[in-house]
């Protein structure tokens, strides 16, 4: 269904389309991303992840194609089994990490949202988990928010000339019929500092902030600016 000119024979095709017209693989969310077995090519079950949800949703991730940085990309889809029947809400395009990515199918009232939670480190000290939420409609999946789950850096500190201040985010999530409540907490605190003199490794404040995306026809509309934005770089 989600595919109508796939073939077990043939397998999937790098021009292929899905049943909304869209190319499975030909995006620009793909681009750059590679066959290793060439085309066309068989689905195997080590590809597809398929993840459950309430009323019987589920998702599917066919993580055909692989990128320069370690990323896996493919068609996602929301679905769902009743009876006899299967139902197709919406189809896109993921690209993520193949470790450490978690995706949950969700009810938001009469809307279906897929959530993707995709965490990237290039340091220790420069950490970022993000929630990727995405709406079905007209059966498309479309991205309409991107959220700060965990998130962690180290600057240099205005108030303590000469130190470094670490923040640290947290964000709770809470998912309401009529949108997505958060809540914001972040801790602020002196990192270690070598000279015993130094009056370091310490809290300076933590600040908790609550927000709420609204569902406005193809996005999710939040209620403030990020807590992240009007936090950072001010200790």
């Given at each position: 269904m989600?595919?109508?000119?796939?073939?077990?024979?043939?397998?999937?095709?790098?021009?292929?389309?899905d049943c909304t017209g869209n190319y499975l693989?030909?995006?620009?969310?793909?681009?750059?991303?590679?066959?290793?077995?060439?085309?066309?090519?068989?689905?195997?079950?080590?590809?597809?992840?398929?993840?459950?949800?309430?009323?019987?949703l589920r998702v599917i991730w066919l993580r055909t194609l692989k990128f320069e940085n370690g990323d896996e990309g493919g068609p996602?889809?929301?679905?769902?089994?009743?009876d006899d029947r299967a139902e197709v809400y919406g189809i896109g395009s993921l690209r993520a990490p193949p470790k450490g990515t978690r995706i949950t199918p969700v009810r938001l009232g009469?809307?279906?949202?897929v959530v993707v939670e995709a965490k990237q480190c290039p340091d220790p000290d420069d950490c970022r988990q993000r929630g990727h939420f995405y709406l079905a409609r007209r059966g498309r999946l479309f991205e309409s928010a991107q959220v700060d789950l965990e998130r962690t850096a180290v600057l240099p500190s205005l108030s303590e000339r000469g130190l470094y201040a670490r923040?640290?985010?947290r964000t709770d999530v809470t998912y309401r019929p009529n949108g997505i409540q958060l809540l914001e907490q972040i801790q602020v605190r002196?990192?270690?500092?070598?000279?015993?003199?130094?009056?370091?490794d310490r809290e300076l404040r933590k600040v908790e902030f609550q927000r709420f995306?609204?569902?406005e026809r193809d996005t999710l509309f939040s209620s403030n600016d990020p807590l992240w934005e009007r936090v950072v770089g001010q200790d």
């Open positions: 989600i595919t109508p000119g796939y073939s077990e024979e043939r397998g999937l095709g790098p021009t292929d389309t693989f030909a995006n620009e969310m793909l681009r750059g991303g590679i066959s290793a077995s060439g085309w066309p090519r068989r689905v195997t079950p080590e590809e597809l992840e398929i993840s459950a949800g309430p009323d019987g996602l889809a929301l679905v769902r089994a009743v009469s809307d279906n949202l923040y640290t985010l002196i990192i270690k500092y070598e000279e015993q003199n130094r009056d370091s995306l609204r569902v």
